[in-house]
């Protein structure tokens, strides 16, 4: 008996309410000191690790949002419908929560659950515990394309994996 497999395209597969990529725009979200901070994030992914389920995130080592995930081992992941909020998105991913209130100029909404910060104004949210990082170092990328595209700067990321602790959607 033959098998007759047929190619299909992965964004077909993968459920739309929590894809990452190019045009799957995300909000990542932490606090520290009870300040909130929040960035745009596209790349990161769901999985399955330590009899866990996770979700793994990039974070540049520039990136403000970084020292609050840090701080407090936990973090949000907001997914918005992006045809309402891509102003608000694009805005978050391009100033520094350093220099403003990032979230009052984008006119979001932070709300918690389970003292992790996560913004209300969500499709569906992932409110997550960091379980592992690491640093992306230049020895550690095989491709020198890659590093020429995305680390000429030398600003890496950091991969965290967290356990998804609880998943809330609309």
Known sequence: ??????????????????????DKWALLTAGKDGKVNTMTISWGGTGFIWNKHVVFIFVRSSRYTKEFIDASDEFSVSFMDISKYRGAMKYLGAVSGRDEDKLAGARLNVDYDEDIPYIDEAKNVVLCQVLAKQEIEKGGIIPQEIIDKYYADGDYHTVYIAEIKKIMVR
């Open 1 to 22: 008996m033959q098998h007759n497999f047929q190619p299909v395209n992965l964004d077909e597969i993968i459920s739309e309410e929590s894809r990452f990529g190019e």
